[in-house]
């Protein structure tokens, strides 16, 4: 009660509402960047009786005017916490928002913000939303062609971090701003692993139906394939940690990840050319 709270994602006003509920008139300020949703949620809780501010704007920017706030909710997903957030929440103050996995699965985090205008918290189960407008990740062009792509085989068939949550939080950390993909051909399923920033790729595709055998293909200046391999052991080595004793920091330069304590970061990954 009496807490100062900013909400990214509108909507229909109705989880603004439940806010004000418990924080009380005049302590909500919530963010809506498409014009026509915001007018609709804006008369919906003038007619319930909900004094709410509603602002239509880019959510990733806050709205520092208001600030600083107790609490910022996120109900759209973002590959990064704007650091924004961070600065417009008062020491002490929680930050709850789904981060978009790299690796196709969401995740909620919730940090809470430091005196040294630093925040960090760890993720709390899986939570899958529309991503904000303005970070909406590019479409990635599947199939890609493998023509120029280099070529090898491996016996390693990593498939957790395609298909299992707690795998693909811990791995996807190790491998940020990638994309996973599934493509079938002749009814062989191949994973596939894409980069937008440097156009490189990488897949693995069965050799034969009854092979225990796998081709790998990668193109660009990363070797994605390898990258993922080397995640994948750490992942298994390290006792195949849940997304429970995965963490984030955030800070005004970046985003880093760690296991357990912020002392423990993700390895990182070496990047080498092809």
């Known amino acids: 009660a009496g807490m100062n ?10 989880n603004a509402a439940l806010l004000a509920e418990r924080s009380g008139p005049g302590h909500v300020v919530t963010m809506e960047v498409d014009p026509t ?25 806050g709205h520092p005017d ?6 910022v909710i996120a109900t759209a997903a973002t590959p990064k916490v704007p650091y924004s957030w961070v600065e417009q929440t008062r020491p002490a103050g929680r930050i709850v928002a789904p981060l978009l996995g790299t690796f196709q699965y969401g995740a909620l985090a919730c940090l809470t913000v430091h005196d040294d205008g630093t925040a960090d918290g760890r993720f709390h189960g899986e939570a899958s939303f529309m991503p904000l407008r303005a970070r909406r990740p590019q479409p990635v062009p599947w199939p890609l062609t493998e023509d120029h792509a280099r070529t090898s085989t491996t016996t390693l068939y990593p498939h957790e971090p395609f298909n299992q949550f707690d795998a693909a939080v811990a791995i996807g950390s190790i491998l940020p701003e990638c994309t996973t ?37 990668q193109y660009g200046p990363r ?7 080397a995640a994948y052991h750490w992942w298994i080595d390290a006792g195949r940690p849940d997304h429970t004793r995965v963490g984030i920091t955030v800070t005004p330069e970046e985003q880093t990840f760690w296991l357990d304590t912020p002392q423990h970061p993700l390895p990182s990954m070496k990047r080498r050319a092809v």
């Open 5 to 14: 709270v900013l909400e990214i994602g509108t909507g229909t006003g109705y």
């Open 37 to 61: 949703i915001a007018d609709h949620a804006r008369t919906a809780l003038t007619k319930t009786g909900y004094s709410i501010i509603v602002i239509t704007a880019d959510g990733a920017l």
């Open 223 to 229: 070797r994605l394939w390898d990258e993922l391999e």
């Open 181 to 217: 993909g599934h493509t079938r051909r002749d009814n062989i399923e191949s994973l596939r692993l894409f980069h937008a920033d440097t156009q490189s790729w990488a897949a693995l595709t069965p050799a034969t139906h009854n092979s225990a055998h796998y081709t790998i293909a």
């Open 66 to 71: 208001r600030a600083p706030y107790d609490r």
